[in-house]
């Protein structure tokens, strides 16, 4: 099992051993690593990654950092001019980088305006802005032309065209950017980009694939060696992730299994031969179910096989300089196993050569060596056969922690809790500012670690900046943030440690939730109580001073089965008849009564709502599942605002309302702006505000309706705007931010900004 984490991490949040700002959103879930900022930089002599925002280079200098630099320098130079770099993208002697603001900045190779728009040198010593892409979430750099993806899921392309590499319909050089044609993309929105040496492919949400440009070889793949001026459609599946070459494609399609088609004069395609392919061919050699990311250069291709237990890399095509990772120069027309390296979680290639980046987030290249491209501070050598350790690049990825059996999997605002049945206590990453981590210090802590080494944890909860946990004596413990009474202990001190417990008689406990500022559980007697902020009536007291304790909540006695809080409004589900009554701040009409009343102090029915067997709440709406089994459905209400309740609009809602297209659904997880379900087959749908990614999708501001994210999930669960799920094999895979801007604070999960499971969009897990 693994966590995986991408977006804001100033507080190390993300717990990847990172503090920096990063993309993701989680559209390709099979992409493997959701922050990792390998570059893929087509380059010959130089390698390119990102390193707390700056795009850092070794090799042969056309890095952006003000020097024309021709000799090897095997330590890293870093681009001039900012540090809040997010992707990047490199093509022979240029590389584009993507800014936190949306915008893209090139050096190297303008002579067609493809570097800077408004800069008319033909080469770019330092970066130059590309004007007229704005709100940019990745960026490709082909030879002489940038492709980049747009938050409207527009992508616009600009520089040389004669082979129609621009995507507008035309053969026109173009000197500012231009959106490619959708005369056959149509309403599909793209999510993911990647570019050749003068060709293109974007992939959409519907994972459709489009390609576009130089065609002699067949690499658009629509079964002719005819050039393509306009972005071309051709069935085959659903495609995860793509990865141009120079002159040929290859996909991972969401089974996992490998496509490739285009120029093969080097068994770049893997299929045993050396003859072209105009139409998608497998490599069967790879099998099903295992290719996790994907990699293609000049003429070879590279893949992770993630689905292994021990991720290894699999190459295949030209080895001229060593670029299969295989010890000798020896072309290959099948996959073959790079030596002595496992557990990869992300490859990116360039023209002759290939780094990898290891879980522990320590990076090895090998292939095309001179001027210490391969970045092992060594540049006298032009090969490289086997991986070597990249000294200058390194450790500044998404790191993967092994959580075996997953038993819970909670956040707060801006960190995440999980326990795991080996330690069965809490372990924390993210920020830690009160002590929320639960192990005595209130620094973050940027790598995942056991909160604590006392009796085990059962279940969890997270507020905003509290937590509470029950150990295996039903005993309720509360620690982090105490300033309004939240943890119960009768005090208003921040706990640091988890081992403190609420100081009233509260045990057997059954059930519980927190609130912003506010607690409240179930006991198996099922009677309620609550405790912390109560000004707006929220733990259901009659009063709305701060409750310090632990007291049962007046006006519904016994007979509560769960309970769920919001931001100052809490609601109970009773046993006889599956009803819902809440109290607490109403102007939304988050207490579901008919009313936008400004708070209710007693308890009140929920109008209409029976039958109910689960509940989630978080800010100023709350989500209920009625009925169970294939059957259950999910209802909302409350505030509206960008769609998080489900039912096709962004209205407050003062009574419940079905969310729309959804059945079986067995578990609801509330957000900020955003909600998102599991069904009974395992599949997760997310709907609402997509500002942070939270919808797992690049291209899309928010969704009033259900969309699919992910499959193969055992368990969800939602912080303010992101969510993490455990998949049925116990890998957590994380996505959206714990900000509610995708542009400047990345969260996804997945393999770049897309993932989205890429920005990162996580992009697809």
């Not at 002599?45 to 003000?66: A, D, E, F, K, R």
């Not at 290719?291 to 590279?302: H, L, M, N, R, S």
Request: aromatic letters at 10%; hydrophobic letters at 30%; glycine letters at 14%.
């Amino acid at each position: 099992g693994a966590v995986w984490a991408a977006g804001q991490g100033d507080h190390g949040q993300r717990g990847d051993g990172k503090s920096y700002s990063s993309p993701a959103s989680l559209r390709h879930v099979i992409a493997a690593s959701p922050s990792s900022k390998l570059v893929k930089n087509m380059q010959q002599h130089s390698t390119t990654t990102l390193v707390g925002g700056q795009m850092w280079s070794v090799g042969y200098g056309y890095w952006g950092n003000g020097w024309a630099q021709n000799y090897g320098v095997h330590s890293g130079y870093a681009s001039a001019g900012f540090s809040d770099y997010i992707d990047a993208s490199g093509f022979y002697y240029a590389a584009c980088g993507l800014r936190v603001n949306g915008e893209v900045w090139c050096s190297g190779y303008n002579d067609y305006r493809q570097s800077s728009t408004s800069n008319t040198n033909s080469w770019l010593y330092e970066p130059g802005m590309v004007e007229g892409m704005a709100d940019v979430h990745q960026v490709a750099r082909g030879y002489h032309f940038t492709c980049a993806l747009l938050g409207n899921a527009d992508v616009k392309c600009t520089g040389y065209n004669a082979q129609g590499q621009i995507g507008d319909g035309t053969t026109t050089n173009r000197y500012s950017p231009v959106s490619i044609s959708k005369t056959n993309i149509g309403s599909n929105r793209l999510v993911q980009l990647a570019a050749g040496m003068y060709h293109a492919c974007a992939v959409a949400e519907n994972w459709n694939i489009y390609c576009w440009g130089y065609n002699p070889y067949g690499q658009i793949g629509d079964g002719t060696t005819t050039n393509q001026p306009t972005p071309k459609y051709f069935s085959f599946g659903s495609v995860a992730q793509v990865a141009c070459g120079q002159h040929h494609t290859c996909v991972i399609r969401t089974d996992r299994t490998v496509y490739c088609w285009g120029y093969n004069n080097y068994g770049q395609l893997g299929d045993g031969t050396t003859v072209n392919k105009l139409t998608p061919t497998y490599v069967s050699s790879l099998g099903s179910s295992s290719a996790t990311a994907i990699t293609a250069g000049d003429a070879f291709t590279c893949v992770v096989r993630g689905g292994l237990s021990n991720a290894p890399v699999f190459c295949f095509g030209y080895n001229g300089y060593g670029q299969l990772g295989v010890g000798s120069t020896t072309n290959y027309a099948t996959p073959v196993q790079v030596s002595s390296l496992v557990d990869v979680v992300k490859v990116s290639a360039r023209a002759l050569g290939v780094c990898a980046e290891k879980s522990d987030g320590e990076i090895y290249c090998w292939g095309y060596g001179t001027y210490g491209a391969t970045g092992n501070r060594q540049y006298t050598s032009s090969t490289n056969a086997s991986p070597v350790h990249s000294k200058d690049l390194r450790k500044y990825s998404s790191r993967r922690y092994q959580m075996n059996h997953r038993l819970a999997l909670k956040q707060g605002l801006e960190f995440s809790c999980a326990i795991v049945t080996s330690q069965a206590m809490p372990s924390c990453w993210g920020r830690n500012t009160y002590g929320q981590f639960g192990n005595g210090y209130t620094t973050a802590e940027i790598y995942l670690i056991p909160s604590g080494s006392a009796q085990q944890v059962v279940v969890l909860s997270c507020g905003t900046y509290h937590c509470c946990g029950l150990d295996s004596t039903r005993q309720l413990k509360c620690w982090g943030y105490g300033a309004y009474g939240a943890l119960g202990n009768s005090a208003t001190s921040n706990v640091v440690h988890h081992l403190t417990g609420i100081s009233t008689a509260l045990s057997d406990v059954g059930a519980f939730d927190t609130g912003h500022l506010h607690t409240c559980g179930v006991t198996r007697s099922s009677a309620l109580y609550c405790w912390g902020s109560s000004s707006s009536y929220q733990t259901g007291r009659g009063t709305t001073s701060n409750q310090l304790s632990a007291g049962v909540v007046t006006g519904l006695g016994t007979g509560v089965a769960d309970v769920a809080c919001g931001a100052s409004f809490t609601c109970a589900l009773m046993q006889a008849d599956g009803s819902v009554q809440c109290f607490g701040a109403g102007g939304l009409g988050q207490l579901g009564n008919n009313q936008t009343i400004s708070t209710q102090q007693a308890p009140a029915n929920v109008t209409g709502l029976t039958g109910i067997t689960s509940l989630s709440a978080y800010g100023e709406h709350i989500c209920a599942i009625k009925g169970s089994g294939e059957m259950s459905t999910a209802w909302c209400w409350g505030d509206g605002t960008y769609g998080k309740l489900g039912d096709g609009s962004t209205t407050v809602r003062t009574t419940p309302v079905q969310v729309v297209g959804l059945s079986g659904v067995k578990s609801i997880a509330t957000g900020k702006h955003s909600t998102c379900a599991l069904t009974y087959s395992q599949a997760v749908y997310c709907w609402g505000g997509n500002g942070a990614g939270q919808l797992g999708r690049d291209g899309i501001s928010h969704s009033t309706q259900p969309v699919h994210v992910l499959s193969s999930v055992a368990q969800i669960s939602a912080g303010d705007s992101h969510f993490c799920a455990a998949l049925t094999n116990s890998t957590i895979l994380c996505w959206g931010n714990s900000k509610p801007v995708l542009r400047h604070y990345f969260a996804t999960c997945v393999y770049g900004h897309y993932s989205t499971p890429r920005r990162q969009h996580l992009s697809r897990f």
